[in-house]
Each structure stands twice: as C-alpha cells, then as structure tokens.
C-alpha cells in the first residue's frame, strides 16, 4: 500500500484524528472494501502516533462499522456498501425480468453523467489510469481472452466513475458493478459470445475513452449512453438465445429418446 496514503497526524494526536482520516479515505475511494490495512507498528509510524492511540482509533471505527479486525489476520475495510443490494433485495430482482431493464436503464444515465464529469474533471493520474486499462483491454481482446476482456470491463467502468470525482455517484455506481460482477442480473459472458458484440463493445470503450481523454463532456455523456443502450439490446438478445439453445436441447433429446 503506498506510504502516501496515510499521512502523520500534525496537531493534536488523537484517535478522533486518525479515524477522520481513514474515514475521508474510506470515502474518497482510495480504501475499499476488503483492503487491508498496515500493521499497528507501520500504521503508528505513518500517522506519527503512538499505539495505544491508534488501538482506539481501530476501535472506534469498528464500532462505526468502517472496518473489521480478524484474529491473526489483520485490519480491512468493512463491506460499506454491501446493504444497498440486501441478499433479500437481490434474490427478490432476480425474479422479475423487469429488473434488467430498470438496472441497464438506470445505469445508461447515471454512467453518461459520470462520463461527463469525468471528461471536465480527469487528473492526469486518472487518465493515465484510464489510458493503461484500455491498452490491457485491447491486449486482452486481441488474445480472444474473453474472461479477461469481461473482468477489464468492470475496471475500466470504475476507473470512470473514480474520474468523475463524485463521492455518491462513485459509491452508487461500484454497488451497481459488484452485482454486474456477480452475474445478478444478466450474464457477462452470454454478451460477450454473441456474434460482433466483443468488437462492437471494445468500439464504445474507445470511445468513452478518447471522449474523456479530450475532454469533451458531451461526446463522453452520448458515447457511454450509447454503450449502455447496447448492453441493454444485447443482453436481451443473449437472454433470447440461451433460451432458444435449451428449447433446442430439450426437443433432441426428446426425439433421440424416442428412437430409442
């Protein structure tokens, strides 16, 4: 973990101070969720402070919920944002076919205003960030590493949302890609194996991208809805396919059956 992330505590060391800033780095996005933190020895070091005011500080943020102690194990950020899609709430949307549409439809507009913002407010850092995860995306699709490609998908939506520079539409926004990633709603990979999709997507992530590496707002906010528009087309469309495939499987084997 780089040395500047915690920074020496430099007026009156308490445990409120540290707990301030591990909470702003929580918040920030710079901590999340699963990280772990430095060890007691290295992290008093690094906030100058000493170690029974840094137990506190570990305590009272275990209290809030921020972070969570493993016996043996070390000190890592808590799951901040595993409530707001409950286990419940989840195997509930699973069940509507409606909830695809209202999760790409929600996504298409909240990810062509984080485009935007991130096309007006993208540090150099960030766009290198950006500019790295595309070259690997395209490593990644010129090698038909279709596994790759999808998981380089999700960094690279992230790394945009980081980009924008929002605090709320970043954390609203990793909540959405952590139920992408668990395959919640539609399936990466049915996507992904359609016919032209792979290209067509690489496509409109180079779009997204050089539309924010140019810094021009409005080219990004239409290029990621657009994106999203053929996502939510697209995912349809395998849904369509994979169902045809099973009808398919069934009636065959029904007839070889049968011959027998």
Do not use: W
């Amino acid at each position: 973990m780089s040395e500047g992330f915690y920074s020496p505590i430099d007026h009156v060391r308490t445990a409120d101070e540290v707990c301030a800033q591990i909470e702003t780095l929580v918040l920030e996005g710079v901590l999340r969720v699963g990280d772990k933190l430095p060890g007691e020895r290295e992290l008093s070091r690094r906030f100058d402070v000493s170690r029974p005011v840094l137990r506190e500080a570990i305590k009272q943020l275990e209290t809030r919920g921020l972070v969570v102690t493993r016996h043996g194990g070390g000190t890592f950020v808590a799951d901040v944002i595993g409530d707001v899609f409950s286990p419940v709430m989840l195997e509930l949307i699973a069940r509507h076919p409606k909830a695809t549409h209202d999760y790409l439809e929600y996504r298409r507009d909240v990810e062509g205003i984080a485009a935007a913002y991130a096309a007006e407010r993208a540090t150099e850092h960030d766009k290198a960030l950006l500019a790295d995860i595309m070259r690997r995306m395209e490593a990644a699709h010129a090698d038909d590493d279709t596994r790759e490609e999808a998981e380089i998908d999700i960094e690279f939506h992230n790394a945009i949302c980081e980009s924008a520079h929002n605090l709320l539409l970043m954390h609203a926004l990793r909540s959405c890609y952590r139920v992408l990633a668990n395959g919640v709603f539609f399936s990466r990979a049915l996507v992904y194996g359609l016919p032209g999709a792979r290209d067509e997507l690489l496509k409109q992530h180079r779009a997204v991208h050089d539309a924010i590496m140019a810094g021009d707002p409005a080219a990004a906010k239409r290029a990621a809805e657009a994106h999203m528009e053929f996502v939510e087309k697209y995912s349809l469309e395998a849904e369509r396919a994979k169902s045809r495939e099973a009808v398919s499987r069934l009636r065959r084997a029904q007839r070889l059956e049968g011959a027998d």
